[in-house]
């Protein structure tokens, strides 16, 4: 009787204390800030630059990379957190903070980040010159070369330079957004002291290559450059003949570049094009000055730009780093990686190029960059030219200039098909070229539709209708990433061709929601943001939490590139703590804090930075089987899991049923993207990231190498076994 009463009292004590325990979903810490995030996968991107692995202009290739995305992050994010604290916003973001902490702490981090960028770029001139690619000082120049430099300039950079006295005859000129310029103070013949400004043009290119037919000691074409700014300062009496240079100074500047949707914008094409204009002009959000400048000089530009002293930022180094991408030269395939030739996929070449034929037969699945875009081309130019196709619908988020898909579209409606173009004129920074290519759609015949005023269209879907003996059919392609020819060759993407006509039909119902804003019943296939997306993912995540808590086998595997949801990651939380087994690969912001004890013990999140950009998302859940298996649900998406694609975007996620398709995303690219060791990093709780230790692996796994060097098992049947990525992985080497 004692016994029973001890183990009654134990019991009650355990219960007590967790009924005491902070509830852990009441605390906001659980978040991890997604603008600090995002500066994490950044530096991420910047380590890149220092991996001696790499080939050098590959590393000089991140360095840039680093550099244009830290200037987007400028020119949206902190723009909007400016905004937020100029019009007195308080409301804190889903950890926590408010606008103004936040600014503080993305400020604090962007210029550590900013100094390794420095830092980085000054290792990488001593290693370009040790291998005969050199940025040149003036003092490092030969007579002949720049008597060269002074002829070249006269002929192709004099005309396009419009030097600007400043003076209460001349204010200030306004500056636009990334505009790079040289302040000046000058004397006169007179002693009298002027200050002046050089912009220079956008159209210029950053370095000036210097002609040479030198070989250094192994042969190879030497290279010398010098910098625009540089060759300026050179012949500056060129520009102000008369007067003597005093001082010089560089500066760089960074305006908001946001663009806002006004709900009375009743004409969309018209907005943008008034919007594009206000988007040169929008507020400083960040001015760079070469820390050589004198004080003085120092001083006149922020006086004269009212910038504010969070915005300022002294360079000791180089102005613009995302320009730096100009020296890669094109004869060193030495300094490279080895050039690599993407797969056409076999079947489609088993049945003579015929699209159709071959999607017919079975589902087909395209993984870019190691498989061509090619396939996606030759896709629509073969609905362009069959008689037998009626009738194309098509979405562009973002495409090339002189897009084979708009020519394409161009030829069907030339040809009397009826084709619909959704053009997304909100994908920022394309919303011009975007303007331009619906311009030259509707000339040809095209049916051209915007979408909604408040919501993105951001989803991949291609449909093609066409008349065959049994009736009509429906192909659809359903894509993870842009109809983008030239993106498709470095960024990892997953493309589904398949004529199962529930597909179709779904296809049907996201067009017909976006052109008259038919919101579908009903969806046989597809989940569709905004409309029950969301939903969705929280009852598979849902459903996985409940078969572990009933002990059935469990388990999530999920690809994106951003996990933000407070919803979402709620869902994985409680998930974890039912004893869900979660494996994440996230390429850039994650908000979610794994390897919390009581929270997200049985949560990992990695993520994989290298040669190629991951933009695939693909989500796997258990479904009561062990993983992998053909058991398991698998998905492809458009969506990351975020605030924006799941409640403010069109969005379609699409199941892979065919089992040989299933079996390629599930058992091939998803383990290969766990297993990866070579490129790949994890994250702590704390949110930082620590790269995986390879120095005592003799073969580290590369997913990148893996993908490839091994065909994709689509359209292949039966795949042998050592066409799949190994089964287990190394030891543990998250760091």
């Given at each position: ?600 013990d049985n949560i990992r999140v990695k993520s994989i930075v290298g040669r190629f950009l991951e933009h695939s998302r693909i989500s796997c859940f258990a479904n009561g089987a062990e993983m992998p298996s053909s058991e398991n649900k698998v998905f492809i998406s458009s969506a990351d899991w975020m605030p924006r694609n799941l409640e403010r975007r069109v969005e379609v996620m699409a199941p892979i049923e065919n089992k040989t398709v299933h079996r390629q995303v599930l058992s091939q690219i998803m383990i290969a993207n766990l297993y990866d060791e070579r490129q790949s990093w994890y994250m702590g709780a704390d949110g930082s990231f620590t790269r995986v230790d390879t120095s005592s692996i003799a073969e580290p796994f590369s997913a990148h190498e893996y993908f490839m060097n091994n065909p994709s098992l689509s359209g292949r049947g039966s795949a042998l076994q050592n066409d799949l990525p190994p089964q287990q992985p190394h030891a543990d080497r998250r760091g």
């Amino acid at each position: 009787m004692a016994s029973k009463t001890r183990k009654r009292t134990k019991t009650a004590a355990v219960v007590e204390a967790a009924e005491a325990a902070p509830d852990p979903f009441q605390d906001l810490g659980r978040f991890i800030n997604r603008e600090l995030s995002w500066l994490e996968f950044n530096r991420r991107v910047l380590d890149e630059a220092k991996n001696i692995n790499h080939p050098l202009m590959e590393r000089v290739r991140f360095l840039a990379i680093s550099g244009s995305n830290l200037d987007e992050f400028f020119m949206v994010r902190v723009a909007g957190l400016r905004a937020m604290v100029r019009n007195g916003v308080t409301t804190p973001s889903q950890d926590g903070l408010t606008p103004a902490e936040q600014l503080d702490a993305v400020n604090r981090v962007a210029s550590e980040l900013m100094d390794d960028q420095q830092a980085c770029w000054r290792s990488l001139v001593e290693a370009m010159d040790a291998a005969s690619v050199q940025v040149l000082q003036p003092a490092d120049l030969t007579k002949k070369e720049k008597a060269w430099l002074r002829e070249d300039f006269m002929v192709r950079i004099f005309p396009l330079i419009t030097p600007l006295a400043v003076d209460p005859a001349h204010p200030f000129p306004f500056i636009p957004n990334l505009g790079f310029n040289i302040a000046l103070r000058l004397k006169g013949k007179d002693g009298g002291r002027m200050n002046a400004l050089v912009p220079i043009p956008q159209g210029v290119e950053r370095f000036v290559a210097l002609p040479t037919e030198a070989k250094d000691a192994a042969g190879r074409s030497a290279r010398r450059y010098m910098s625009i700014e540089n060759v300026l300062t050179l012949f500056l009496d060129s520009l102000f003949p008369g007067r003597s240079v005093v001082e010089t100074g560089a500066f760089r500047i960074i305006r908001d570049s946001d663009i806002e949707i006004e709900e009375e914008a009743e004409d969309l094409v018209e907005f943008f094009e008034s919007a594009l204009k206000r988007r040169r002009r929008g507020v400083l959000v960040r001015l760079k000055i070469d820390a050589s400048a004198p004080e003085a000089l120092r001083d006149f530009i922020v006086r004269e730009l009212e910038a504010q002293a969070q915005d300022i930022t002294m360079v000791e180094g180089i102005l613009g780093v995302k320009d730096v991408s100009e020296l890669i030269p094109d004869d060193r395939q030495d300094l490279r990686f080895p050039p690599y030739e993407a797969r056409f996929p076999e079947r489609i070449r088993d049945h003579g190029g015929d699209c159709f034929a071959a999607i017919r037969e079975k589902d087909i699945l395209v993984h870019h960059p190691y498989e061509s875009f090619d396939v996606v081309v030759q896709f629509l130019k073969q609905a362009a030219d069959d008689p037998n196709v009626v009738a194309i619908k098509q979405t562009l988020y973002r495409t090339s200039k002189g897009s084979p898909i708009v020519a394409a579209l161009c030829e069907a409606a030339e040809a009397g098909k009826n084709v619909t173009a959704l053009v997304e004129l909100k994908a920022r920074f394309d919303e011009e070229a975007n303007l331009n290519f619906a311009r030259d759609l509707e000339r040809a015949g095209v049916q051209v539709v915007y979408g909604f005023m408040e919501w993105k269209t951001h989803a991949k879907l291609s449909l093609v209708v066409r008349r065959e003996t049994d009736g009509l059919r429906a192909y659809t392609h359903v894509g993870t990433g842009n109809y983008h020819p030239v993106t498709a060759k470095i960024y990892t993407d997953l493309a589904l061709f398949t004529a199962d006509p529930a597909f179709g039909r779904d296809a049907g119902r996201v067009f017909n929601f976006v052109t008259g804003y038919a919101e579908p019943d009903e969806l046989e296939k597809f989940g569709l943001s905004p409309v029950n997306l969301k939903s969705k993912i929280l009852e598979l995540i849902n459903t996985e939490a409940e078969n572990a808590l009933a002990g059935k086998p469990s388990g999530i595997w999920a690809k994106m590139n951003s996990l933000v949801h407070p919803d979402v990651i709620d869902a994985l939380y409680r998930a974890s703590q039912a004893g869900v087994k979660i494996e994440l690969v996230m390429r850039g912001i994650c908000c979610l804090r794994p390897g919390v004890a009581g929270l997200s013990d049985n949560i990992r999140v990695k993520s994989i930075v290298g040669r190629f950009l991951e933009h695939s998302r693909i989500s796997c859940f258990a479904n009561g089987a062990e993983m992998p298996s053909s058991e398991n649900k698998v998905f492809i998406s458009s969506a990351d899991w975020m605030p924006r694609n799941l409640e403010r975007r069109v969005e379609v996620m699409a199941p892979i049923e065919n089992k040989t398709v299933h079996r390629q995303v599930l058992s091939q690219i998803m383990i290969a993207n766990l297993y990866d060791e070579r490129q790949s990093w994890y994250m702590g709780a704390d949110g930082s990231f620590t790269r995986v230790d390879t120095s005592s692996i003799a073969e580290p796994f590369s997913a990148h190498e893996y993908f490839m060097n091994n065909p994709s098992l689509s359209g292949r049947g039966s795949a042998l076994q050592n066409d799949l990525p190994p089964q287990q992985p190394h030891a543990d080497r998250r760091g």
